[in-house]
Each structure stands twice: as structure tokens, then as C-alpha cells.
């Protein structure tokens, strides 16, 4: 029933979203937008290397999208590229092919898992994940193109 996915943790999890607002100069910004409901995920990263070492974001979602928001604010400073693309991957597989949730720090995820049952609620939970491997995506091309224009020699 979909009181199952409206339960108490989503609720408070929504309602205590951390890390909300604009990043002043973030490295990458990534929007994510479900066509579906109507809501958008826009996240601010910024990175040292492979790490995330600050993050922000506008949270235009349901419940879902607002509590999937609220636990990647939690725990996504410090995570690493590779981390939180095995992350989105991980909660794909739970929602879509009855995979697992993510275990460690990211356990808490466990509590969207009855969405898999609501096809049409997918998207929605699944945007903060994508909006955050693409801005990682925008930020590692961006620092190829200025490693290789770093290597070009200086034409005459």
C-alpha cells in the first residue's frame, strides 16, 4: 500500500533536508528532473581529486525525492567518484531488480526500499543519485580538458 513508502522516517527525513541552498563557486552543478511528477534535484559539488569535499542543494521534489536528498546530504561529503557511482547503481538494482540496499553509511537508504514496489515513484528517488554522478561527470572532464590543455605546448 503506499502507506508503506509515506512512513514515519521518509516523513521526518524530508522534513530535515540538510545542506540546502547554492555552493558560492562549486566545481560542477547537475539538475536532475523527473518528467513524471514535476520534481527536481539540483546539487552544487565541488571535489578535491576523486573526493567530495562540499556540497549543496535545491530540492523541488516529493517526499521521496526530498528523503533520498536528505540522506545524500548526509553522508555525500567525503564520499569518493567511484563510491557514489556504485551507490546509484546499488539503488537502482534495489528499486528496479529487487537488488539489496547499500550497506555501511549509506544503510539508511533501506528505508526507500518499498518503492520498488511503485514503478511510477522511481524516478523521483533516484534523482538526487543522478544529479550527483552527473555533476562528478562534468567535474572529471573538466579536469582532463585542463590537464591536456596543460600539456599543449604553446603555439608561436
Known amino acids: 500500500m503506499l502507506n508503506d513508502i509515506y512512513n514515519k522516517r ?3 527525513l524530508a522534513g530535515n533536508i540538510p545542506r540546502l541552498g547554492r555552493l558560492p563557486s562549486p566545481d560542477a552543478t547537475a539538475t536532475a ?3 513524471l511528477c514535476g520534481s527536481t534535484v539540483k546539487v552544487d559539488l565541488k571535489m578535491d581529486g576523486p ?6 542543494h535545491d530540492v523541488k521534489a516529493c517526499a521521496l525525492g526530498q528523503a533520498s536528498s ?8 567525503g564520499s569518493t567518484a567511484s563510491e557514489l557511482r556504485e551507490l546509484r547503481e546499488t539503488v537502482r538494482k534495489m528499486l528496479k ?3 539489496k540496499p547499500p550497506e555501511g553509511k549509506w ?11 511503485y514503478k511510477a515513484r522511481h524516478a523521483s528517488t533516484m534523482l538526487t543519485f543522478d544529479a ?12 582532463k ?5 596543460a600539456s599543449q605546448p604553446a603555439s608561436a
Not at 71 to 77: K, L, N, W
Open 145 to 149: 580538458a585542463a590537464g591536456q590543455s
Open 33 to 35: 528532473h523527473s518528467k
Open 10 to 12: 521518509i516523513i521526518e
Open 132 to 143: 550527483v554522478v552527473d555533476a562528478i561527470g562534468q567535474i572529471e572532464v573538466n579536469e
Open 97 to 99: 531488480e529487487n537488488g
Open 70 to 77: 536528505s540522506i545524500m546530504a548526509s553522508h555525500v561529503v
Open 51 to 56: 573526493v567530495v569535499t562540499d556540497f549543496a
Open 107 to 117: 544503510a539508511e537508504i533501506a528505508v526507500l526500499e518499498p518503492v520498488r514496489d
